[in-house]
């Protein structure tokens, strides 16, 4: 099975600070990676799809990045309404597997 | 483009249950979908998918022990979940092909 190693567990931040959230691939998964915001109480948004797309209604504040088997969620300018919880996700095989999750927090 | 699920609750272990998650606002039958769970306070599980020509394909964790479904006349996608342990205590979401859309969740605990 395909490991997603996400890092960091837990990342303070102040608001207008550039984020930067990272996934590894045990193995070869091309683009087929999504980012997910999941704040308390609710479901979670796709945030970014193919590795570098954009999902719908997501502010341009958010972008994803490739370089090898690691993959990088970047917030350029931190706003408070980003605070949550972040995933990652392979869907290049099954069974497809999340990262362990980030926690976006108040420095 | 709505999922709601249904269906959860607190069931011994060992015992069964079975998830629904309802599907409208979008043709139901040209999608493949997903389960995925949540356990309390830790992070998100993938737990199975059928394509939207019903084949499968699970998590090792519920393989033999859970079953995706679907019933395209209903728009339902369901989960029969037997043989439950304490580890599958979680919120259980239901999501469209490409993860652009989730329902709500419905938990489920298993406890005796």
């Known amino acids: 099975d395909i490991q997603m190693t996400q890092s960091p567990s837990s990342l303070p931040a102040s608001l207008g600070d550039r984020v930067t959230i990272t996934c590894r691939a045990s193995q070869d998964i091309g683009n087929y990676l999504r980012w997910f915001q999941q704040k308390p109480g609710k479901s979670p948004r796709l945030m970014i799809y193919?590795?570098?797309n954009l999902a719908a209604g997501v502010p341009s504040r958010f972008s994803g990045s490739r370089s090898g088997s690691d993959y990088s969620l970047t917030i350029s300018s931190l706003e408070s309404e980003d605070m949550a919880d972040y995933y990652c996700l392979q869907s290049k095989e099954s069974p497809f597997t999340f990262g362990s999750g980030t926690k976006l927090e108040i420095k | 483009v709505q999922l709601v699920e249904s269906g959860g609750g607190l069931v011994q272990p060992g015992k069964s249950l079975k998830l629904s998650c309802s599907a409208s606002?979008?043709?139901?039958?040209?999608?493949?979908m997903h389960w995925i769970r949540q356990a309390p306070g830790k992070g998100l599980d993938w737990v199975a998918y059928i394509s939207s020509s019903s084949g499968t394909v699970y998590a090792d964790a519920v393989k033999g022990r859970f079953t995706i479904s679907r019933d395209n006349a209903k728009n339902t996608l369901y989960l029969q979940l037997n043989s439950l342990k304490s580890e599958d205590t979680a919120i259980y979401y239901c999501?469209?092909?490409?993860?652009?859309?989730w329902g709500q969740g419905v938990m489920v605990t298993v406890s005796s």
């Open positions: 999501a469209r092909y490409g993860y652009n859309y």
């Open positions: 606002g979008f043709t139901f039958s040209s999608y493949g």
């Open positions: 193919g590795a570098t």
